[in-house]
């Protein structure tokens, strides 16, 4: 996309007259300065002094509603990880990793659901509709949180809370049943990982998979 960036100074005068005109005259050294960036297509768009897009009350109040849910069931409380009957997948006997593994997955399936009932206009969905996204997404929001907790120094998935946790590698993954699907879901952690991303930024692209295609 062509962005066509109006100068700084230009935008700071153009506001300053307009508040002017409506009775607010801020000086010019303390008002806000807006950028217009203008695409091909004609589409308007305002962002900062940075080039951030600026957002309207009613987004951002959206945004903060999916952030905070998501912080609500990003990780398991010790309770739910007290619960797991096989303490530890450390062990050598693949039946052991498999039922850790197989019994953390539910725990944060269980997470997975209770976020995606939470989001801003799910409940407004048919029955039929909501089974259909929960089916569908919980795989791709499994894999998103496999990302998250992706550490790139030793190249393992951290699964559980602050107090409780348990590291998989690729091989204990193999192990517990998916096969193949394992290089599949490390790489695409290992991706992920490099982004850099932040919980906020998790929270809408977790969002975003829930309703994506569906």
């Not at 976020?115 to 409940?123: I, M």
């Not at 998989?168 to 193949?180: A, V």
Request: with cysteine.
């Amino acid at each position: 996309m062509d962005l066509v960036v109006v100068p700084e100074e230009q935008c700071r005068l153009k506001r300053a007259a307009k508040l002017q005109r409506i009775g607010v005259g801020p000086s010019p050294q303390v008002s806000p300065q807006d950028v217009v960036s203008s695409s091909g297509d004609g589409l308007l768009m305002r962002v900062d002094a940075l080039g951030f897009p600026r957002i309207s009350v009613e987004s951002r109040e959206l945004i903060n509603r999916i952030v905070n849910l998501d912080a609500q069931f990003a990780l398991p409380d010790d309770e739910s990880l007290m619960s797991i009957s096989v303490s530890s997948p450390y062990d050598e006997a693949d039946q052991s990793t498999s039922q850790h593994f197989a019994e953390l997955t539910i725990i944060n399936l269980q997470l997975i659901h209770k976020f995606t009932e939470g989001l801003p206009g799910f409940n407004h969905f048919n029955e039929h509709d909501r089974r259909i996204i929960h089916k569908g997404s919980k795989t791709e929001v499994l894999m998103l949180r496999a990302g998250r907790h992706y550490d790139s120094l030793d190249g393992t998935i951290l699964w559980g809370n602050e107090s409780r946790n348990w590291r998989y590698t690729r091989e204990m993954y193999r192990k517990s049943g998916i096969g193949d699907f394992t290089d599949h879901m490390f790489d695409f952690a290992n991706s992920l990982s490099k982004m850099k991303l932040d919980a906020g930024e998790f929270a809408l692209i977790t969002a975003i998979a829930v309703f994506s295609g569906r």
